[in-house]
C-alpha cells in the first residue's frame, strides 16, 4: 500500500470534464498503477484540512506511471475538488489500492466465458477495468452503460474497444436505446440465454435493480458497494454492510458482493441518514466561497 506523503507522486497530470458535474483526473504515482486491479479502490484527501473519501479506480496504467479517478462533483469535497484540481496541481494524499480486487479468472482456464459489465452514471468509468480485464482473459463481453441523456455520455470509444457488444442506454432516448440499464441488461439475456455473469457499478437503487433482473435467470451478479468509509481499514465500521445473514465491511471484505445477497434497502438507508450532514456541509463551504469572492 503506497504511503500518503506530499510529493510528486500525487501530481495531477492530467483533467478532462465530461459535464458540468463530471471530471476526470489522472495522477502520477508508479507503485500504485503497477499494484492496481480491477476492483480496487483509493482514499483521497485533497488538502491537509479535507476529508477522506473513497473513489473507485477508474483505470490504471503501468507503462505511464498513472491511476484515474473519475470524480462526480455532488458535496462538499467533491465541488471544492472540481473547482482546485488542475493540471499540474498536487493531491495531499493519497492511499492505495485498498480492498479485494474483483476475481477475474480466465475464459480460458474454467473463468466465466460470457459476461456483461454494467454501468450507470460514474459507474460506468469503474467497470471499464472489468469490461478490460474479462476480453483479456478471453470471454465475450457485453458492455451496457447507462446516462440520463446523450450529453452525460463518456468513454464510448474505450469500451467498444474491449467489448464485443456495446449498449448503451439513456433516460430521455438521445442516445442508445431509451431506459434504465435494466432493459439493456434484458437485451443481452434475451439475446444470449448463455450469460455466466453480470458485473454491476452504479447508484446503489440501480444495481439492486440489475440484481432483480438477473435473479429469475439465475445469472451470478456482482455488484461493487461504496458506503460511507473513514479510514477504508474496517477499523471504523462505518462501511459495514448486510450480506445474505452476515455483516462484512466493504473496505476489506468488499467492495465486490454477490448482489442477489445483498440487502440493499439497508445500505440505502444508512446512505440517507449522512444526507443532512452532507446538505450542511456543502452549505457552508458555498457560503465561504462567496465570503472569498465577495464581488462573483
Known sequence: MAEATTDSSFEIVAREDFSDISYLL???HPQMAKSARPGQFVIVMPHPQGERIPLTLADFDSAR???TLVIQAVGKTT???QRDCKAGTYLYGLVGPMGE????????????KKVVCVGGGLGVAPVYPQARAYKQGGAYVIGVV???SQNLVFWDEKFRAVC???IVCTDDGSAGIKGLVTEGIKQAIAKHPDIDEVVAIGPPVMMKGCAETTRPHGIRTLVSLNPVMVDGTGMCGGCRVKIGD???FACVDGPDFDGHEVDFDDLMFRLARFKPDEKRALERWQESCRMERPNA
Open 26 to 28: 489522472e495522477v502520477r
Open 65 to 67: 506511471g498513472t491511476i
Open 79 to 81: 465541488r471544492a475538488m
Open 101 to 112: 480486487p474483483s476475481h477475474i479468472g480466465s475464459a480460458r482456464n474454467g473463468g466465466a
Open 146 to 148: 447507462g446516462f440520463r
Open 164 to 166: 464485443d457488444e456495446f
Open 246 to 248: 452476515q455483516v462484512k
